[in-house]
């Protein structure tokens, strides 16, 4: 699936639209000045389509995949005020058009002299009205150019979602098991950059997300837009590969980690593997192994960077989707 918004046509602000409109009128000439003014306002109606395109190629809101509806009301704030001001927009552009028919039917209806005074009256209730729009024009412009850029995932695909603590190698490992340059996504969830990679296996392509600023963090930190960015997470198609620091360099004690771990597996059938297994700190090692094979948690050791046990990860991960993936189809 592509993203739903990728075919937006952005709308114009009012003023630099109502701007436009005004810049092209001295070059319009016409056989008689009634003519002349005429086609000044069918220029007017006619531009107003910018506005109807833009309306047309905005998704059906209600229809949007979970993911993406998350990550339209992460982005506006307020899924409601979206339909309202598209609504409104819609309201607008039909009543201008109607008042500009009206003063073309005066226009040719008066006397030579009254139809540049019709005209320019014809144009100012005709941008009065876009006016009274403008906010919700500006907003919606916002919200729809942001949409835009949030290309890369596709909720459809089986998704192995990489999450940690920061600084642990998700991003790394994003490039090490997929197997074309992972693209580059910005995401309302996060003010950091989101990796997306792509698997083809035997049973279809499979996606590879890292979660920067997303699955990082405890949930008591967070604040109600990070709880809708998890949302979005869990509406994907996926499992979840966490990874634990346990080098000389880990930034987050092993109890940090372990609760950070316990977090995100509630959400999301998880994978536990201890990354830096080539710069190892053994105490931190040992006391997050022996919490894992208490729980009776099967996990991995690896080294994203230098690719040790990353093969064998890929395959863990990859069997994991695949089968819940079967199980879901049959459920
Ligand atoms: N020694 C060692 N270093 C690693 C390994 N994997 C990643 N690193 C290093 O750890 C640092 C962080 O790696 P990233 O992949 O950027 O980590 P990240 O989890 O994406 O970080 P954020 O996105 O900032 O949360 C980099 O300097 C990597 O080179 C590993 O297996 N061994
Ligand atoms: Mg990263």
Same mark, same amino acid.
């Given at each position: 699936?592509?993203?739903?918004?990728?075919?937006?046509?952005l709308p114009?602000d009012?003023e630099?639209?109502?701007d436009?409109v005004?810049?092209?009128l001295p070059?319009?000439?016409?056989? /008689?000045i009634k003519?002349?003014? +005429? #086609?000044r306002?069918?220029?007017y109606?006619? &531009?107003?389509?910018?506005?109807e395109?833009?309306?047309?190629?905005? !998704? /059906?809101i209600?229809?949007?995949? %979970?993911?993406?509806?998350t990550? +339209?009301?992460?982005v506006?704030?307020?899924?409601? *005020?979206?339909?309202?001001c598209?609504?409104?927009l819609?309201k607008g552009?039909r009543?201008?058009?109607?008042i500009? *028919?009206?003063?073309?039917?005066?226009? =040719?209806?008066?006397?030579?002299?009254?139809a540049?005074?019709?005209m =320019?009256?014809?144009?100012?209730r005709?941008?009065? @009205?876009? =006016?009274?729009r403008?906010?919700c024009?500006k907003f919606?412009?916002d919200?729809f150019a942001q949409m835009?850029?949030?290309?890369?995932?596709?909720p459809?695909l089986p998704? @192995?979602i990489?999450?940690g603590p920061?600084n642990?190698?998700? /991003?790394?490992l994003v490039?090490r098991?997929?197997s074309?340059k %992972?693209e $580059?996504?910005?995401?309302?969830?996060?003010? *950091?950059? @989101?990796? $997306?990679g792509?698997?083809d296996t035997?049973r279809?392509?499979?996606?590879?997300?890292d979660t920067p600023?997303i699955l990082? #963090? %405890?949930? /008591?930190e967070?604040? !109600?837009?990070?709880?809708?960015?998890?949302?979005?997470?869990?509406? +994907?198609?996926?499992?979840?590969v966490f990874?634990?620091?346990v &080098?000389?360099g880990?930034?987050y004690s092993?109890?940090?980690?372990?609760?950070?771990?316990e977090e $995100?597996?509630?959400?999301?059938?998880?994978?536990?593997?201890?990354?830096?297994?080539?710069?190892?700190?053994?105490?931190?090692?040992?006391?997050?192994?022996?919490?894992l094979?208490?729980k009776?948690?099967?996990?991995?050791?690896?080294?994203a960077?230098?690719? @040790?046990?990353?093969?064998?990860? *890929?395959?863990?991960a990859?069997?994991?989707?695949?089968?819940?993936?079967v199980g879901?189809?049959?459920?």
């Open positions: 699936m592509r993203n739903p918004f990728e075919g937006v046509k114009p009012v630099a639209f109502i436009s005004a810049k092209r070059r319009l000439g016409g056989t /008689s003519d002349r003014e +005429l #086609r306002l069918a220029l109606r006619d &531009s107003l389509e910018v506005y395109a833009f309306v047309r190629s905005v !998704p /059906s209600d229809d949007l995949h %979970p993911f993406y509806r990550s +339209l009301e992460i506006a704030g307020d899924l409601n *005020k979206v339909k309202v598209l609504a409104s819609s552009v009543l201008a058009r109607r500009l *028919k009206q003063y073309m039917a005066r226009i =040719r209806a008066s006397e030579e002299g009254e540049n005074k019709l =320019r009256a014809g144009f100012g005709a941008s009065g @009205i876009l =006016r009274k403008k906010e024009v919606l412009r919200v835009k850029r949030l290309m890369a995932v596709d459809e998704t @192995i990489i999450a920061p642990v190698g998700k /991003s790394t490039s098991i997929s074309a %992972p $580059v996504a910005s995401y309302p969830f996060t003010t *950091k950059e @989101i990796h $997306v792509h698997i035997e279809g392509k499979a996606q590879v997300i600023g990082d #963090r %405890p949930m /008591s967070r604040n !109600p837009i990070e709880f809708k960015a998890i949302n979005a997470v869990k509406n +994907l198609n996926g499992i979840v990874l634990f620091d &080098s000389q880990a930034l092993a109890k940090e980690q372990i609760d950070l771990f $995100v597996s509630s959400i999301k059938r998880t994978l536990p593997a201890l990354n830096k297994i080539d710069w190892v700190d053994e105490g931190l090692r040992e006391e997050i192994a022996s919490y094979k208490r009776g948690i099967r996990f991995l050791e690896v080294s960077e230098k690719g @040790i046990g990353v093969e064998e990860l *890929k395959g863990e990859l069997k994991e989707l695949f089968q819940q993936n879901e189809k049959r459920a």
